[in-house]
């Protein structure tokens, strides 16, 4: 398996996974709002700009 080099697709991939995991398993601690947006800024960010 190999890992990506880009931050951003790495962010968004970790993003993804808690999300769904989020989801399917009704996973749910204190502040997860607060790091799910801020993962999704980051990732969007690093994204845009091509890191």
Do not use: C, D, H, Y
């Not at 890992?3 to 993003?15: D, R, Y």
């Not at 769904?20 to 009704?26: E, T, Y």
């Not at 749910?28 to 709002?33: A, V």
């Amino acid at each position: 398996m190999k890992v990506t080099k880009n931050l951003g697709m790495l962010l968004l991939s970790i993003w993804l996974i808690v999300n769904g995991l989020v989801m399917i398993l009704k996973f749910s601690f204190e502040g997860q709002p607060l790091i799910m947006s801020i993962l999704a800024i980051a990732a969007g960010v690093l994204i845009l700009l091509g890191r």
